[in-house]
């Protein structure tokens, strides 16, 4: 009896404890479902963050293809510019050349005229 009695007042004295441990554990489980419907609400924020940053990105990298094929032409133009400027400066040479040689011819011609 004197077990029984012991067991009895070993019980109630536990009896605060287990109950304050069921109500955390009860706290624990509302915290944990607040945590992760949180987490899910995060995730969808996140998840939209995610899709903007992405969409951004293939627009920018669209912008970047478009720019290096501009680059691409501008450089093929500029080549082009630059063997029409070779070229015209050939013929400006030459024309300055065929122009010192009508001169020289001039003034030979009127020398010649004058020596006459």
Do not use: C, W
Not at 22 to 27: C, F, G
Not at 80 to 100: G, P, T, V
Request: overall charge negative; hydrophobic content about 40%; glycine content about 0%.
């Amino acid at each position: 009896m004197v077990e029984s009695v012991a067991l009895n007042d070993v019980e109630l004295t536990l009896k605060p404890f287990y109950q304050r441990a069921s109500e955390v554990e009860e706290r624990l489980s509302r915290l944990e479902a607040a945590f992760n419907s949180d987490k899910d609400a995060g995730n969808e924020e996140h998840l939209k963050v995610i899709n903007d940053l992405q969409s951004k990105l293939n627009v920018a990298n669209a912008e970047l293809i478009s720019e290096k094929e501009k680059a691409q032409m501008l450089a093929a133009e500029n080549e082009k510019l630059q063997y029409r400027i070779i070229h015209l400066l050939r013929a400006l040479k030459d024309a300055d050349l065929k122009l010192e040689q009508v001169k020289a011819r001039e003034q030979l011609d009127s020398m010649k005229l004058q020596s006459s």
